[in-house]
């Protein structure tokens, strides 16, 4: 699975913003890694510098300093809808007679009406557009009922445009003097503000996917945005309105379980708690007697953490993760696939040879890594291989900002649990119920997408032949 995108945002009169926003980004790498850009404004106009590639190879310090400017939008993208190249990377400027300056938007997420959105903006059919340039298209189009001359307020376009739009945003915005962040009504992906400065003396704000890219500018983190909010930040401050009416809360559960950094603040609490306890929940869901228990790095370590607190089994590392591998090729089948494991993934001999392990990872996709991964710690000597994993079977599609195989090509859809443990060779297997994962994440009830996990989906689909309701009759609405 991969990340759909980061964005950022940043008004600091007197500071050099693009330098901010570097580090915002590069906080927020994990989120995508295909392409990264950032827009400027110095007050009057924008500058935008976008490409293919990480962080550090897109940005360098000659090109930083030609982003001269003190309020600035950046973004990572990983590529769920719309082609991985140059003309889908963000931010997206757009230039418009009734916005001086014009404005530039960034988006994490994956809107679910786009060839609806399209048709309104007057697109052509057929015409495939990334979202990003779906909302600003819409902004434009909106834009061009402006009699000549006057100027229209970016916010009161939004409120007009983003009604249109659904499915699952979290965007920010630029004009030439003022930044904007704002989150779909159900609040799929998250988005937190920073200030800069102190509370009584405010020097600036930023808006961020995550809370480390708060961290990394020396920003204080005030609060999430909410569903459905817009908070806007400029020369008087910051300023916060309900431009859409909020609906039940869905953030999406693999924030919590593999997304976020461990180091970033969901719904109040730090995300290494938070997967610290699905490993002690796991526990005593799913009790084995074993020597070690060790988790798949990198995000299946603070559940394995919690495991082994919770049974009193031996914590230890069983495997070493090469930390420098960048963007790789796609692999074309299963069995390069497999190799890639290797190449991501060392065990540690001397740790496993002749133990019982306990193998912690939060999730199982298509399963060939944890297959990879069962058959090396084998190879390396374990005595026996027994799975916990902190999320329930991975069994539907998601349609909302995340990129994920077919149902068919998902090992939990249709399988037994015994058919999965035979197909990865594991001596047990046992995932976390959906009712332990959201006791960890604290949401009892409601609050939370889970469609993943469950097939209940929040927001209907209509786009790319991707009728939910058509395409998996098992599946419900919510
Ligand atoms: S379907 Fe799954 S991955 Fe997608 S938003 Fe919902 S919980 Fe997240």
């Known amino acids: ?80 809808h719309g082609k991985s190249d140059w003309m889908n990377a963000q931010p997206v400027y757009c230039s ?3 916005i001086p300056g014009g404005f530039a938007v960034a988006h994490n997420g994956n809107l679910t009406n786009t060839e609806e959105l399209a048709a309104r903006a007057g697109m052509m059919p057929g015409f495939v557009l990334a979202d990003t340039g779906v909302v600003s298209e819409l902004i434009l189009q909106h834009h061009k009922a402006t009699p000549e001359h006057e100027t229209v307020d970016l916010t009161a376009t939004l409120a007009k445009v983003l009604p249109w739009v659904e499915g699952a945003y979290s965007l920010t915005l630029l004009d030439a003097g003022r930044i904007y ?58 300023h916060s309105v309900q431009l859409l009416e909020q609906k039940t809360e869905r953030l999406c559960i693999f924030e919590f379980v593999y997304f ?34 060790m988790g798949v790095p990198d995000s299946g370590v603070p559940a394995a953490e919690g495991f082994a607190r919770a049974s009193g089994i031996a914590y230890g590392q069983g495997l070493v993760k090469n930390r420098y591998i960048g963007r790789t090729f796609i692999a074309p089948d299963q069995a390069a696939r497999a190799n890639g494991v290797r190449r991501k993934l060392n065990p540690l001999k001397e740790n496993i040879a002749g133990k019982r392990l306990v193998v912690v990872d939060d999730s199982i996709v298509r399963g060939t890594t944890t297959k990879a991964i069962v058959q090396m710690l084998r190879e390396a000597g374990a005595a026996e291989v027994h799975l916990r994993i902190s999320s329930p079977p991975f069994q539907w ?42 006791i960890a994440v604290g949401k009892a009830d409601e609050g939370l997408c889970d469609a993943c996990l469950t097939g209940t989906y929040p927001v209907p689909v209509k786009l790319r032949g991707a009728d939910i309701a058509a395409q998996h009759p098992e599946s419900v609405l919510a």
């Not at 970033?264 to 074993?290: D, F, K, N, W, Y």
Request: aromatic share 6%; hydrophobic share 40%; glycine share 12%.
């Open 96 to 98: 418009s007679p009734a």
């Open 260 to 293: 976020a950094r461990p180091d970033s603040v969901l719904h109040g609490r730090e995300i290494h708690g938070t997967r610290r306890q699905m490993g002690e929940l796991l526990a005593a869901q799913a009790p084995v007697e074993a020597d070690l228990v």
């Open 1 to 80: 699975m991969k990340e759909a995108c980061g964005v950022f945002a940043v008004y600091a009169p007197g500071r050099a913003v693009s330098h901010l926003t570097f580090d915002g980004l590069y906080a927020l790498q994990h989120r995508g890694q295909e392409s990264a850009g950032m827009a400027v404004s110095d007050g009057e106009s924008i500058t935008a510098l976008k490409d293919m590639g990480l962080v550090a190879s897109v940005f360098d310090e000659r090109k930083l300093s030609g982003l001269s400017g003190y309020l600035a939008i950046g973004h990572t993208r990983y590529s769920t």
């Open 181 to 238: 962040g704002i989150r779909d009504p159900h609040g799929f992906r998250p988005l937190c503000i920073g200030r800069l400065g102190p509370e009584d003396a405010p020097e600036g704000w930023v808006f961020a996917s995550e809370s480390p890219a708060l961290d990394v500018v020396g920003a204080t983190f005030v609060r999430e945005v909410a569903p459905g909010e817009l908070v806007t930040a400029d020369a008087n401050g910051l």
């Open 397 to 438: 599609p998601c349609y909302y900002g995340i990129d994920t195989p077919s149902r068919d090509e998902l090992l939990a859809a249709g399988s037994t649990l015994e058919e999965i443990r035979l197909f990865l060779g594991a001596d047990s297997i046992a995932y976390i119920t959906i009712e332990n994962l959201r």
